[in-house]
């Protein structure tokens, strides 16, 4: 999850970058508004990936803590109240 939300911030630097390059041509009337529109997009969608993975990655570290059984004292387990795979 964390190799994912790295992979989207550089997805999202370099699509705002380019972005950033469009409107500067655009305005410039090198480059066409749809040029500039479809970089903006992409720019967004980025941003959106980024969102995705940090709730991806968030998710993960929520079960990996839930996989940790935490006593205060040393002691032996007689009963479960709670059975493999419930919460």
């Known amino acids: 999850a964390k190799a994912a ?3 989207n911030q550089a997805a999202y630097k370099n699509a705002l970058s380019i972005s950033q390059r469009k409107q500067k041509l655009a305005s410039s009337k090198f480059a ?14 980025a941003a959106a990936q980024i ?25 032996t387990i007689i009963s479960r109240v709670q059975e493999k795979g419930t919460i």
């Open 51 to 75: 969102n995705s993975a940090e709730a991806a990655l968030s998710s993960a570290q929520t079960d990996l803590s839930d996989t940790q059984i935490l006593c205060p004292t040393d002691g």
């Open 5 to 7: 939300l790295n992979q």
């Open 32 to 45: 066409s508004t749809e040029d500039y529109e479809t970089a903006k997009a992409a720019a967004d969608e």
